[in-house]
């Protein structure tokens, strides 16, 4: 049989651990979007090395990517903005 001492700290324990669980900052979440894009001709050729510009107007931050071989084009962690 276990005292009450015993069952006391372990209740504290779980307790602790529980609550360090439910306080711990979610990892991995983010505040960002994402832009995916193909550039292609009139034709529906895809167009590789396009150099592609995302401004934002209210910063005048800008970022750069360009398209693959495949005319895609991905922006990660994107700011929300204009």
């Known amino acids: 049989m276990s005292s009450p ?6 209740f504290s324990v ?3 651990l529980s609550l360090s669980l439910l306080f711990t900052p ?3 979440q983010s505040t960002g979007g994402r832009i995916i ?4 001709d009139s034709t529906g050729a895809v167009i590789s090395g ?4 995302l401004a934002n107007e209210a910063t005048s931050v800008s ?3 360009k398209t ?3 005319g895609d084009y991905t922006l990660v962690e994107v700011a929300p903005g204009n």
Do not use: H, Y
Request: glycine share 8%; aromatic share 4%; hydrophobic share 40%.
């Open 50 to 53: 396009v150099q592609i510009t």
């Open 63 to 65: 970022r750069d990517t």
């Open 14 to 16: 779980v307790l602790v």
């Open 26 to 28: 979610a990892f991995g």
């Open 5 to 10: 001492t015993s069952r006391r700290t372990a």
């Open 68 to 70: 693959d071989q495949n």
């Open 37 to 40: 894009g193909r550039v292609a």
